[in-house]
């Protein structure tokens, strides 16, 4: 963490100085808007949390509760999103307070006695190390409260305004130039005015509001899908048991059905997801008047011999697995896309449904409201053109096309009866084979105006162009300390550019001597397109790797473009430059060839392009249709 460059910090630095809009910023929901977000569930937030990170973009948030969630539905935290809380500041704190999951026990009738179960397997749960952060589970409200503490404490000091329902929009026409183009009309549903309506126009509006989206309807989009016609019983419950693995994960097949056992943070509450088993077509949702009773009676019998004596239930629900999605996540019709800048989006259940079994949703929701609210920063900030805001669309609607598939066969085969398995270990090794797509790291966008082709890969294999940043071991050079390369990556909007040095020292004439003096002095660098006014490194934060052990790179050689002056004071930042660390190099770890690569990472850390490091027209070229003189003046940085 950094900070004092604007001068000396007393208090907590996770609270940053008012900015832009922050600075009086009125309690009242003003008439106009830049951002509109309706919902505060993870989609919501995480992109409120994102977009108070602009100073000069006024976004206001509206939740139809009167206050914070408190029992949220969703549990699992994907060793992604942890990734991800990392870049907001929060990871380690919640990380202590959430239960971990290490592995996974797999129970099965007794082949001696059917009528009882047995533990058959217990295989690890990310035996590939595909993370460095672990897989979690933590009520889904702590993870809504940590990110409504990043956006009040950014500069634009956002808060939810809660108390307000979506009732409808209306868009204008872009050949009317209206400044603020969607009306919406909202609903009072708490305190005095209750049930009075009021109107916000907006510049843009994001749908964060579940599965029956208002939103989604008032841009003429449907969900399409089917239901399994299987119901499943879900109970948040203290208890207590005989069952030798109530505080691991479970998939237990019995005789008498299936359970999933989520063990809960806090160490004594658990979640068990109990089979209800087929439901009639014509059922018309009766199951759905199952018991908590009733739900914990079938649990005892799926748990033979062993017993279930409930104490307490937090919470409870019965659902039916359903898959659905929307053909488009925002109000351009298919068929007209590329014509008109999209001005209302959806995002999480408002476009993608799914059971709740592969601990997907919350998960994949806030991807979408991070990859759409940093285009929005930057296309209200006048940093990249409207058309960045069509890639939203295009980039995640096929992500939920691949959850539906990968969750459609998980939920079948969670709910098979044991005999119906090919082989006795067909679960168990489904759920090896396939854990990277659980965790959140499959996600590969392909080559569109943000995501280069990837003609270099083979510069650095472990940087797949399109997939997430995979982070690792390096030494800052200034002070000698061990850091994840990745986690130095804040959720503050800008685009990362790594340099992998060549064989050559620091001082040296080399490759990477020459593309810094491309990117700091020449017209055609993208760090040329930081507005005056504000640090060079506002927009772009350039980092360089050299190969020797830090010990032998001298800080007084190194290129002044990886030493940024910075700040009203303009201080050296010291935290670009850094060393491989001899016992864990990350150029071999991540396949990163000797002699050297550019790595540029988006904002969301996604990989977007691998270059040689003389490819500086390619650079220019890439970045050229992406960036652009700001329309308005940005706050400083």
């Known amino acids: 963490m950094q900070f004092h460059h604007h001068g000396y910090v007393s208090g907590n630095p996770r609270v940053k100085p008012a900015a832009g809009v922050g600075i009086d910023r009125p309690e009242e929901l003003p008439d106009e808007v830049d951002v509109l977000i309706v919902g505060s569930g993870p989609a919501g937030m995480i992109a409120a949390a994102q977009l108070a990170q602009f100073p000069n973009v006024v976004t206001r948030m509206v939740e139809r509760r009167p206050g914070r969630l408190v029992i949220g539905q969703a549990d699992g935290i994907q060793a992604r999103s942890v990734e991800t809380f990392q870049a907001f500041g929060f990871a380690q704190e919640i990380i202590a307070e959430a239960y971990r999951i290490t592995e996974m026990a797999f129970w099965k009738p007794d082949p001696a006695d059917p009528s009882k179960i047995i533990r058959t397997a217990r295989p690890a749960d990310d035996p590939t190390g595909v993370s460095e952060f672990p897989h979690l589970i933590v009520n889904q409200a702590r993870v809504l409260d940590y990110f409504a503490e990043v956006a009040a404490n950014g500069p634009t000091r956002s808060v939810p305004d809660y108390g307000y329902e979506f009732v409808g929009l ?47 309807d008032s841009i003429g989009c449907t969900m399409k899908g089917d239901k399994a016609n299987h119901a499943w019983g879900v109970m948040d ?13 479970c998939s237990i097949q019995s005789e008498a059905g299936n359970i999933l ?26 199951v759905r008047e199952t018991t908590i009773e009733q739900i914990i009676a079938r649990a005892n019998a799926i748990l033979h011999p062993y017993t279930l004596d409930v104490r307490n239930v937090a919470w409870h629900s019965v659902y039916e697995v359903g898959h659905r999605l929307t053909d488009r996540f925002d109000d351009v019709p298919t068929d007209a896309a590329g014509t ?34 940093w285009k929005l920063g930057h296309v209200l900030e006048g940093r990249s053109p409207e058309s960045l805001l069509a890639t939203y669309s295009a980039e995640r609607q096929v992500v939920a096309k691949n959850l539906i598939d990968f969750d459609k066969q998980w939920s079948t ?56 940043f995979k982070s690792a071991p390096v030494v800052r050079v200034g002070d000698g300390n061990p850091i994840h390369l ?57 980092k360089v790797v050299y190969q020797q052990p830090h010990t032998e790179v001298d800080l007084g050689s190194v290129p002044k473009v990886f030493l940024p002056h910075v700040g009203p004071f303009q201080l050296v930042d010291y935290e670009k430059v850094y060393a491989a660390d001899p016992a864990d190099d990350i150029f071999e770890q991540r396949g990163i060839a000797r002699d050297g690569a550019i790595v540029v990472v988006r904002p969301d850390q996604y ?31």
């Not at 969607?182 to 599965?211: F, H, I, N, S």
């Not at 419950?237 to 994960?249: E, G, N």
């Not at 098979?416 to 790291?441: C, I, N, R, W």
């Not at 990989?607 to 490819?615: K, Y």
């Open 170 to 216: 209306e868009i204008a026409d872009d050949s009317e130039g209206a400044d603020h183009p969607v009306t919406v009309t909202l609903r009072r549903t708490a305190g005095d005015r209750e049930g009075q309506e009021r109107v916000v126009r907006a510049k843009y509006v994001l749908g964060a509001d579940g599965a029956r989206s208002g939103v989604r």
């Open 413 to 468: 085969m969670m709910a098979k009866k044991p005999e119906e398995f090919a082989s006795p270990s067909e679960l168990e090794d489904f759920y090896v084979q396939t854990h990277e797509f659980p965790a959140g790291f499959m996600t590969q966008y392909e080559a569109s105006l943000i995501v280069g082709e990837a003609a270099h890969q083979e510069l650095a294999t472990g940087f797949a162009v399109g997939k997430r």
């Open 607 to 637: 990989v977007s392009h691998v270059l040689p490091l003389t490819a500086t027209t390619e650079l220019a070229e890439f970045f050229a249709p992406i960036l652009r003189a700001g329309e308005r003046e940005p706050a400083n940085a």
């Open 237 to 249: 419950v203290l208890a207590v048991t005989d069952f030798p693995d109530i505080r691991t994960k």
């Open 261 to 286: 056992l989520i063990p809960r943070e806090g160490g004594h509450l658990f979640r068990m997801y109990v089979d209800l088993g087929e439901v009639p077509a014509d059922d018309h949702h009766k």
């Open 340 to 373: 008109r800048t999209p001005r209302v989006f959806i995002a999480g259940d408002a476009c993608h449904t799914h059971s709740a079994k592969a601990g997907q949703g919350m998960n994949v929701s806030m991807q979408d409201g991070w990859n759409l609210a």
């Open 486 to 542: 990745g986690h130095h990556a804040t959720a503050d909007g800008r685009w990362r550019i790594y340099v992998f040095a060549d064989t050559a020292r620091a001082g040296e004439a080399s490759a990477v001597a020459d593309l810094a003096e491309w990117l700091q002095t020449a017209p055609d660098s993208p760090i040329a397109a930081t507005p005056e006014g504000l640090d060079r490194d506002a927009w772009f934060d350039v």
